[in-house]
């Protein structure tokens, strides 16, 4: 995909040059490029749209942002994979785990203690992914 990059979109390039600021690696791309074996353009979609659009809007810091998102995909209850890469996100853009643990335990409030428990168990699964990549 990366040498693709320069034919698609300004939205597109906008939103994958935001998620690969906040990711040194190329994991997220690979994912997107699997997206596109399966589901041809709403790869391209789903980065322009929610990282190209919404993402990349001046009135929120992107440390904020991401503390956001992982409320609200804690609150879902139904994305794991995507409330993994955002909690390495949010710690990516300066979130502390302690910032983070208060987030989750504020959605117990709202989305009730099974989803906080699975999103805790999210968490520990990203910091001891970050202890072995060390």
């Known amino acids: 995909m990366t040498d693709q990059i320069q034919d698609k979109s300004e939205r597109y390039q906008r939103g994958i040059a935001y998620y690969n600021n906040l990711h040194q ?15 041809p353009s709403f790869a391209d979609l789903l980065i322009e749209f929610t990282l190209g659009d919404v993402f990349t809007r001046p ?3 992107v440390k904020t942002r991401e503390l956001l998102t992982v409320a609200g995909l804690t609150a879902m209850g139904t994305a794991p994979l995507q409330l993994k890469t955002h909690i390495d996100s949010a710690l ?4 502390t785990k302690e910032e983070i643990t208060e987030t989750i335990t504020q959605m117990a409030v709202f989305a009730g203690f099974p989803a906080a428990l699975n999103a805790f168990f999210i968490l520990g699964e990203v ?8």
């Open 92 to 95: 990516n853009t300066g979130n």
């Open 127 to 134: 910091l001891q992914d970050r202890v072995s990549k060390q």
């Open 59 to 61: 009135g929120l810091s």
């Open 25 to 39: 690696d190329s994991a997220g791309e690979a994912s997107f490029d699997a997206l596109e074996v399966i589901a």
